[in-house]
């Protein structure tokens, strides 16, 4: 199976315009059409009558597009009937508390796939644990739909059901993530997400050491509210230049020790092993996959005009 690449996932408001209309230019490798937080109450069921359309908008790029619903029994049947369209990669999740919310989920998107025609299982969710209860609960929910396909979570809305603010250090979330990357690493799920807060767009230097310590965790991308947010998690999420050239260097070298029957190289006076090996065809795939994906979105961005 080919490596899934989402080092970032734009979230923007549904119901405004302007941000939709622009959504395509600004690289994302997901844009995020929110129903639920940025979005009044009062305006919800105007939100939802945008949401075909701002699929179709949102997605020229070649971004993949997701809607984030409202995880509550009044709006989320609404909201699914008003996302699930062509064009539709997947559902982001919020505030998930326990595989039966998943269990429901996967019900009613079947329901909607096979009503449009859509292949079924072909909506993925991107579900994001959001309180304790969620995190006590993480592994059930990892593991409650084949259709999870990424797992993170929400530092805004974590921090307040802990009762602190955010911290430069993100130290707050260090246990939440750890765990939920953890689960994500051997159940084969994307793992998403910062150590720190999203909400200061303008403190661009914070935000990417947050998202540099969630990398070190192990996550593989996170969400933005803001689109110069957008370059700093693709540079994070990214392998260096200089360690994708050295790991070319290590594979081949090792291929070619194995040849004259050793599993141990010396290159540049590093010892190049089987565990070096592997981590250097990890770089080369995420590389190699993360070409393909700013290949694809610059071939949208071309027929565009």
Known sequence: ??????????????????????????????????????????????????????????????????????????????DIDAAVHPGL?????????????????????????????????????????????????????????????????????YCYELGVEPSETGIELLYAVSRVVTLCKAHKIRAHGLLGSVAGFRQLDQFEQAALRGRQLGTEGAGCIHPDQVKILHKVFSPDPGAVQYAYRAVAAFEEGVQKKTASVNLDGKMVDIPVYYRAKRIIERAEAIEAVQRRKAEALAKCG
Do not use: C, W
């Open 89 to 157: 990669f997947g559902i982001h999740f919020p505030k998930v508390e326990s595989a039966e919310q998943l269990h429901r989920l996967d019900a009613l998107l079947e329901v909607k796939e096979k009503e449009r025609n859509l292949a079924p299982g072909s909506i993925t969710v991107s579900a994001h644990i959001e309180t304790p209860l969620g995190l006590l609960n993480a592994e059930a929910i990892a593991t409650a739909s084949t259709r999870i396909e990424s797992l993170g979570v929400g530092p805004e809305d």
């Open 1 to 78: 199976m080919a490596l899934r690449i989402r080092r970032s996932t734009l979230i923007f408001p549904v119901n405004v315009r302007r941000f939709i209309e622009k959504a395509y230019t600004r690289d994302a490798d997901a844009i995020s059409l929110d129903l639920e937080d940025s979005v009044p109450p009062a305006q919800k069921d105007e939100a939802r009558k945008l949401v075909k359309e701002s699929i179709g908008v949102a997605g020229r790029g070649g971004a993949e597009i997701l809607v984030r619903i409202n995880n509550e029994p009044g709006l989320i049947i609404e």
